[in-house]
């Protein structure tokens, strides 16, 4: 009887846990998961991105790229929410029964190799807010049906190949904000009806082949603030004069659309910022009623605009560009179009006036630096008798560099303390010092922002941006940015955790999640000068790289994202960041495996040449690392004078704790090292490996850096024929490395303060310290001409197309050794009160100033030598890499203008005693040599003077 109650109560029991069972473990709707194995099984997963999907529920078993409901629906089943796939080297096609899951909210597969056309099944999804199709190559047309998602919010489909005409149906979209169907192959008439969608804010339909006519309705739209239409062709047709009442417009660019008539009357619209009309066959006069006080950029360029240029130019304040070129304008050129402006020093105005038929200059032509005036091509330039006139009607322009680098930091921190394995910085607006933290790195760009010049908006876009991630503003670091066609704004951004959160050096995991979510559900707010957004990559490296995004957040239930590098597949530097990185990390392990204690076991290797130093004769040389015998301090750690018992005098590097690498890396760099012999190269006499020391022996150069000679207060400095072989040396060390070191090596890291000087002067080249090996052949044979790494070297001195792409080529060393040349003949700095010496010569050099800039301390020379030498340092410092020359060209060239040299200043640097007339330049005798007025070293010396300077 017990028994069998008993018995009773277990069924019971058994009975309550399978239905508990049940209810605890729901399922994704069986339609849904269906229609998941359909699109995968149309898809091309080559890196296996998608492995997981197949097994189990896709709703509870973590399937990539899906998320779902938190809740049952009434259904009792759970859907997919969202499916991110972007950037995941995704080919094949879209399978119809996407549209099954009727759910869905974001669909999202930016960034991949999809073709085929867009399922029309898509338009039955009607929950759905945002349609993530770009950077893909689908083809075939727009399927009608997608004007039925009547809740879609954001519609991108840019830079894919699809072509046909914009379906009228598009009208039903009543909720788009967002149209993007910008770089494709639409054709075809836009449709009116667009017009009748009250919600469209941003309407992109830039390069595609549409005609017709630019339908005059579009001014009704009551929220459009951007209207960009540019390399379509609208056959002759003009621009509509409603287009004058647009509310809300910020930025209009219709150029080389094809159209003809006069340019309307903007000046109502309270808000325009940006108009670009520029490469069409517009006709009479510009509109001379003001435009809006906020216009930062008109280009009216490549018309046949007559009349002359409006009196109400001259009244806008936040003005940066004024393209008027290739136009029939007449009259005289205003010069109060910046006499009322108040430059910031971020400011800069670039007016374009060449070739029209301006004959007269009104009032005086003396505009200030940051102001760019192009007069080339009109009969003005003609008129010799106009004072400063020449100096606007040259042929070259001052352009700005491509790209900038705006992480100038002076602060200096212990380079040391700081993990030097490229996930690690100091934050460099940090408000507490030299805070040392792992960023999170973010390939960003606006699509279509309204200014044409950034540095005035930067701070705003700070403000902006990190209030949008509440973050506060110094947690956010614009790395690098260029301006690519469109023209769009792309940069390089890095994210540190906030300070106050114990000081940790990394995000937690659900503040990464947290921001990477605010970037993929686009939900910053709006901003009209900014404009829209693009996120290229989000990368997740060092110790963000394991995150998996598996808690889950308030209402949504997350499959498992994996932590991608999400963006765009043509931007493969990310990739080549992590490759790099994923090398180095391998490293890092050894590194912090090894402690300052020597390890057991030495790794044997056969070095010729280069001696083996034990830790006592290292302090018997150093007065056991006294103070007094250190002569420099650089990012690997102190450098001390030393004379070995044999009275050799050197200088050593000893590394400090942050600086230590693992014992077999460390060897192999000396094996490198103690293979490259040259006359142009400081050489390696030893190294020390013992009591968990590391330290390089090189050659001691009493001459200090080439940077302290230049920088010398004192009027005794290096002749211009001194610097010319400095020059030549220099070339010829790098061009050792380059070409005949095997393997090749990039220096990476050539300045002023890398080139040293021995006892006559030659110089010689430092610190290879961040060299890395030239590409190797990789296994398909091929030499890959370039090396991807992170970012390293000196702001300043770092070739701009490296910054654009992470690749060092020879050519990097090429412009870095151009900046020298450049800091040679002017004794400036390469950066020096915010200006680029790069820039301030070459607009020096155009405008026939060229010897206003020159070093006065050089003594004579003939001034065509000082012609060809600018000349050279200025085609190594050409953004393109192409238009440098290679570093053989420099030798050659630089040999050839010291043949130009008098004889008595072409003397061979090796009798040296030429330049000692003065006792003061004579090299200290080699018992002096730790005095601290020496310099020697590389990166290793700050502020130290060369012993020339007493007065
Ligand atoms: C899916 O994610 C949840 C939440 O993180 C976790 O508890 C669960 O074990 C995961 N399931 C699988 C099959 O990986
Ligand atoms: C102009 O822009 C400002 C700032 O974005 C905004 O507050 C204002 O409403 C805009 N005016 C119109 C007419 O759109
Ligand atoms: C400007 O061009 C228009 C149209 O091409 C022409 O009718 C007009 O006469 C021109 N005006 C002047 C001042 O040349
Ligand atoms: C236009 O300028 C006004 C004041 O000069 C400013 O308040 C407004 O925000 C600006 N509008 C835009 C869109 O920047
Ligand atoms: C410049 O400012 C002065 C004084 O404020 C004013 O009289 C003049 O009209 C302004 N010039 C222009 C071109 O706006």
Request: aromatic share 8%; net charge neutral; with cysteine.
């Amino acid at each position: 009887m017990i028994c069998r109650m008993r018995l009773g109560v277990c069924i019971l029991a058994l009975c309550l846990c399978l239905c508990l069972a049940a209810a605890a473990s729901p399922i994704t709707h069986p339609s849904e998961v269906s229609a998941l194995r359909a699109v995968k099984k149309q898809l091309v997963d080559p890196k296996k991105n998608l492995r997981n999907w197949g097994k189990g529920d896709p709703c509870t078993a973590n399937w990539t790229g899906i998320l779902c409901t938190n809740d049952l629906g009434g259904d009792g089943y759970l859907h997919v929410q969202e499916l991110q796939l972007l950037n995941m080297n995704l080919s094949g096609t879209l399978a119809p029964e996407l549209g099954q899951l009727s759910r869905l909210r974001i669909l999202d597969f930016m960034w991949n190799e999809l073709t085929g056309t867009i399922p029309k099944e898509i338009g039955r999804i009607s929950p759905l807010r945002l349609l993530l199709l770009n950077g893909n190559k689908l083809f075939g047309s727009l399927p009608d049906e997608l004007g039925y998602l009547s809740n879609l919010n954001r519609l991108q489909l840019d830079q894919n190949n699809i072509s046909g005409p914009i379906p009228k149906t598009f009208v039903n979209m009543s909720s788009v904000r967002h149209l993007h169907l910008n770089n494709n192959s639409l054709s075809g008439q836009i449709p009116p009806e667009l017009s009748q969608i009250p919600t469209l804010i941003h309407l992109l339909l830039d390069n595609n082949n549409l005609s017709g006519y630019l339908p005059p309705e579009f001014s009704n739209l009551p929220e459009l603030r951007i209207l960009q239409l540019d390399n379509n062709d609208f056959g002759g047709s003009v621009i509509p004069a409603s287009y004058g009442n647009f509310s809300r417009l910020v930025k209009l660019s219709l150029r080389n659309c094809g159209l003809r008539g006069a340019v309307p009357d903007l000046s109502k619209i309270s808000n325009l910022t940006y108009l670009d009309l520029s490469q069409n066959h517009l006709t009479g006069p510009i509109q001379r009623n003001k435009l809006s006080n906020n216009m930062t950029t008109i280009d009216l360029s490549d018309n046949q605009l007559n009349g002359t240029i409006p009196a109400s130019f001259s009244d806008l304040p936040s003005l940066q560009t004024l393209c008027l070129e290739n136009n029939f304008l007449t009259g005289t050129v205003p010069t109060d179009i910046w006499q009322n402006m108040t430059f910031s020093t971020s400011a800069r105005l670039k007016l374009d006036f060449r070739n029209n038929s301006f004959s007269s200059i009104q009032g005086h032509l003396n505009p200030p630096v940051n102001v760019t005036l192009r007069l080339e091509g009109n009969p003005v330039c003609e008129n010799a008798n106009l004072l400063n006139v020449s100096l606007f009607c040259g042929s070259e322009s001052g352009e700005d560099k491509m790209l900038t680098n705006l992480n100038n930091s002076t602060v200096k921190c212990p380079i040391q303390a700081c993990p030097r394995d490229g996930y690690y910085e100091y934050v460099p607006a940090s408000p507490l010092p030299c805070f040392c933290a792992a960023p999170l790195r973010i390939g960003y760009r606006l699509k279509s922002p309204s200014f044409s010049y950034f540095p005035p908006y930067i701070h705003p876009f700070e403000v902006y941006l990190t209030s949008s991630l509440n973050l506060s503003r110094y947690q956010l670091s614009i790395d690098t940015y260029s301006w690519e066609k469109g023209p769009r704004l792309r940069m390089y951004l890095k994210l540190f955790p906030s300070i106050t959160e114990n000081h940790s050096s990394t995000f937690n995991v659900s503040e990464v999640e947290r921001i990477r979510r605010k970037y993929l559900s686009w939900t910053f707010p709006g901003n009209s000068l900014f404009g829209p957004y693009e996120l290229l990559n989000f990368t997740l490296l060092g110790p963000y790289a394991d995150i998996k995004f598996e808690e889950k957040t308030k209402g949504i239930r997350k499959g498992g994202l994996v932590a991608v590098v999400v963006g765009g597949a043509a931007f493969a530097v990310s990739v080549s960041v992590i490759v790099t990185i994923l090398i180095t990390r391998r490293h890092d392990g050894q590194r912090r495996a090894m402690s300052r204690k020597r390890l057991s076991e030495k790794v044997s290797m056969k070095l010729d040449g280069v001696k083996d130093f034990t830790f006592k004769e290292m302090t018997l040389a150093t007065d056991n690392f006294n103070s007094s015998s250190q002569v420099g301090q650089g990012g690997y750690g102190k450098v001390y004078g030393g004379t070995l018992p044999d009275k050799t005098v050197v200088a050593i590097k000893r590394a400090e704790e942050g600086s230590l690498q693992g014992q077999r890396e460390f060897l192999t760099e000396i094996k490198l090292l103690s293979r490259l012999h040259h006359r142009n190269l400081v050489s390696l006499v030893g190294y020390c490996d013992e009591e968990g020391e590391q330290m390089l022996v090189y050659e001691f150069m009493p001459n200090g850096t080439l940077r302290d000679w230049l920088s010398a207060k004192s009027k005794e400095s290096l002749t211009f024929g001194m610097r010319l072989r400095i020059a030549l040396g220099s070339a010829k060390g790098i061009l050792y490395l380059h070409t005949e070191a095997n393997p090749p090596v990039f220096h990476r890291d050539i300045k002023a303060s890398n080139i040293l000087l021995d006892s006559k002067f030659n110089a010689k080249v430092a610190d290879f310290g961040l060299s890395r090996l030239a590409p190797a052949l990789e296994d398909e044979g091929t030499v890959p001409d370039h090396v991807s790494t992170v970012v390293r070297g000196t702001p300043g001195y770092l070739d701009p197309e490296y910054f654009l792409t992470h690749k060092v080529t020879d050519k990097s060393d090429v412009y870095s050794l151009g900046v020298v040349f450049l800091e040679m003949l002017t004794g400036k700095r390469p950066i020096s009160h915010g200006r680029n010496i790069v820039r301030e010569v070459n607009t020096a050099h155009q405008s026939g100033m060229m010897f206003s800039v020159i070093d006065s301390r050089m003594g004579c020379y003939p001034s065509e030598c000082i012609e060809r030498f600018v000349g050279l340092a200025l085609s190594c410092c050409q953004d393109k890499t192409e238009n440098r020359p290679s570093m053989s060209d420099v030798v050659r060239e630089l040999e050839c203008i010291l043949k130009m040299m008098p004889e008595t200043e072409s003397v061979s640097s090796d009798s040296g005693s030429s330049y000692s007339n003065s006792g003061k330049l004579l090299p200290p005798s080699s018992t002096s040599f730790v005095s601290s007025s020496n310099v020697l070293g590389s990166d290793l010396v700050s502020g130290v003077v060369p012993s020339i300077t007493p007065r």
